[in-house]
Nanobody
Framework: QLQLVESGGGLVQPGGSLRLSCVGS????????IGWFRQAPGKEREGVSC????????NYADSVKGRFTISRDKAENTVYLQMNSLKPEDTAIYYC????????????????????WGQGTQVTVSS
């Protein structure tokens, strides 16, 4: 069974850092573009960042540029989202998703491109 499992969320103070992980269970993430999305209470889900299957292309929402970094570790079959300088407005449930069709490109905001989704991990930024 193909699954994505997120981890690394938690409670952090403003200005702090977290690293989220997205692990593929039952399949190799190498062939998939991976996206990170988030949904805050009362808001629509939004695309935060994505990385192409090759790792050569990335994309970030304006709200996280310069603070978040997406990367992939093929040996670990994991995609990471390093989040620095966190703000209260980053509070949300973060989801990773895998797109099996897009080669050497990723679509940060196009949720319909993604075939598999994880269950999400909660990130809370508060003092």
């Amino acid at each position: 069974q193909l699954q994505l499992v997120e981890s690394g969320g938690g409670l952090v103070q403003p200005g702090g850092s977290l690293r989220l992980s997205c692990v593929g269970s039952g399949f190799t993430l190498d062939y998939y573009a991976i996206g990170w999305f988030r949904q805050a209470p009362g808001k629509e889900r939004e695309g935060v960042s994505c990385i192409s299957n090759s790792g050569g292309r990335t994309n970030y929402a304006d709200s996280v540029k310069g603070r978040f970094t997406i990367s992939r570790d093929k040996a670990e079959n994991t995609v990471y989202l390093q989040m620095n300088s966190l703000k209260p407005e980053d509070t949300a449930i973060y989801y990773c998703a895998a797109d099996r069709s897009s080669a050497n490109v990723c679509y940060r905001s196009a949720e319909d491109k993604y075939d598999y989704w994880g269950q999400g991990t909660q990130v809370t930024v508060s003092s």
